[in-house]
């Protein structure tokens, strides 16, 4: 029988797990049954490998071959003079010592963040819940599973409230699947219909739920068709490809003066064989081979150092483009605010009442009976108002059962729950105010919300927003039976009002006047109150006279190209979801704009990839974000991204050093032997000497250039246009006159 034919129950005690999950030694049994919940080990380059992988060089199968060449002559001519193609092997095989160490530190610093950012699901152990890397994850563990997180194996759902999977990455179902936990299938139910599992690889769109892991790594669905799945090799930056093609273009030019110079010294009679090799160490001069690999290394040390101020960045290219950015788009809550929210107003929509007062306290407990736990900020403020009211979450529960939700989202922007209460139900919501009195009427209302209230209540929250609180409505309604799902939020009896404060973050402030000094231009993107956004707003200095605010609503009345004009000059969005974060990336692309875009939730997934820098939060961000992002933040702050840039633009700076350097050393070299020889000179470099300067002494100075520490300066300047070439400012031209 498989696992979706028998009911959840069966699943558990087949599995032999309790409900509180897996001990310790239980868990580590089993790992070592089932093996690392991963998908095929990717076999590591070793060292020898990466070393004799330097001889695939082109350039260097050409010096190979000079070395055979002169080994061969010497031989012949027999004079011995063996110490040429010894020469050439040393510094050859010195060249590929360095290549290889250079490699190894480039690669562990990549792997190092690879295991920073590795996916991390939640399960319960030893009945407590607690945050696991899902490599750790082994059959029989029950994993909870909310919006946003990534499914990091095969299970049976154990319980679900509303629960659609994602199933693209399996099914290819662009559209989320509903779940059940509750159902029982055929046993030739296609993967697509099977309501009452999860599979890995596969994420959470909305609700939550609870599984028991029933199979993990090569083992699930995803394991089985990963078989298929062709591996590919990291894209190179568009900085490493411009270098390729300069680096191309010196190789052709090299080639042609190499033939000028073998046609000349054969006239002038000059051995063959010494022609020959001055024209080979000619064209290995000439062409910068370090260039591509140092350009490597410092973005993948660079990499290293923006980890350092927090920011793990998941694709080399973002370390160019960060440096390029000229818009920063940031949520407000957690990442320019603290997240630490507290309750500082209730009111009944009229006035302030105190906590204590009946009114109070029945805003408080609908406000924990519609609340789901600690780990919403929001709603921990709740429990915790409630808790010093005596409101207890499990007694509350306990008096009226929970028994349906509709869970948060940021486009609704409410929440529903039904309770049992006597013999009948009580549907509780809380959310933002206008919307949950759009559903507020006066039938079964103690107070008539008459013309005259809502006028009141619209006062009141304009009143509390203004001062920075955000503010939730919560409402209540009392039935005999209780309707379908899509008409319980109708007929609601209005309860009361929350203002909950969270104080911005003390080092914003900084952050954004740094921002401006260079250039960025901050954004503020929030699906709070308008009056809420523009009080925080103002108070870090993120809107300036003259800029605007846009809200949601308005948002949708414009077309693309009105959004585009609206967007250069708006520094605060306001009552905005999640779909519109990617209307006003595209917006500020449009006006030019190198966007950096801050994400949590699944629905910021498509902004985030749309941004030229996607930043997913790395404390409150869900699996699904930071998968979709190009850096994570890891103490969600919105003064991180200021300091990657720093760091962003820093290292491009330095690349450009590196160039510089090894482009005026090359051809200098190439100038130096060609006048030389031009003026019939004796060489005033050996071939030998000349392998030597490039391949050994050239890319090691190259390279302490490449990780200089950022100078002080780099926030003082505007952001480099991103399609500046790397010798815009006339390089090229400081490069050949440095080079004579
Ligand atoms: P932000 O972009 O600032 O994180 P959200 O999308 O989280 O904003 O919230 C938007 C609005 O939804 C809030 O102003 C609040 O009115 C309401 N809201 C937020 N969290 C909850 C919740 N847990 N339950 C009910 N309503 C909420
Ligand atoms: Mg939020």
Redesign the pocket.
Known sequence: MQWHQMTAPDVLQRLGVSATGLDDRQAEARRRQYGANKLREEAKRGTIRRFFAQFSDFMVLILLGAAAVSFLTALLTGEGDFADPVIILLIVVTDAIIGTVQEGRAEQAIAALQKLSAPVCRVRRNGQTIPLPAEEVTVGDIVELSEGDCVPADGRLLGAAGLQMDEAPLTGESFPVEKDSRRRLSGDAPLSERQNMVFAGTSVASGHGTAVITAVGMETEMGRIAALLAQEAPPQTPLQLRLAKTGKMLGIAAMGICAVIFLLGCLQQVPVTEMFLIAVSLAVAAIPEGLPAVVTIVLALGVRRIAAQKAIVRRLPAVETLGCATVICS???GTLTQNKMTVTRLSDGRQTVVPESAEGRTILTCGVLCSNGES?P??AAILHAAAAQGLYPQELKEMYPREGEIP?S?EK???VTVHRDGNGRCIVV???PEIVLERCSARGNSVPLDAFTRQQLQQEIRHLSGQGL???AVARRMVMTLPAETHWAEDLCFVGLLGLMDPPRPEVRTAVRQCRSAGIRPVMI????ALTAAAIADTLGIRQDGEQLLTGAELDRMDDAALTRAAAGCAVYARVTPAHKMRIVQALQRGGQVVAMTGDGVNDAPALRAADIGCAMGQSGTEVAKNAADMVLTDDCFSTIVAAVEQGRGIYANIRKAVHFLLSSNIGEITTVLTAFLLRLPSPLLAIQLLWVNLVTDSLPALALGMEPTERDVMAQRPVPRDQSLFAGGLWYRICWRAC
């Open positions: 949520d407000k809550t919403d929001t709603e948060f940021g922007k409410y929440m809380k959310g933002a955000r503010v939730l929030t699906g709070d109150h």
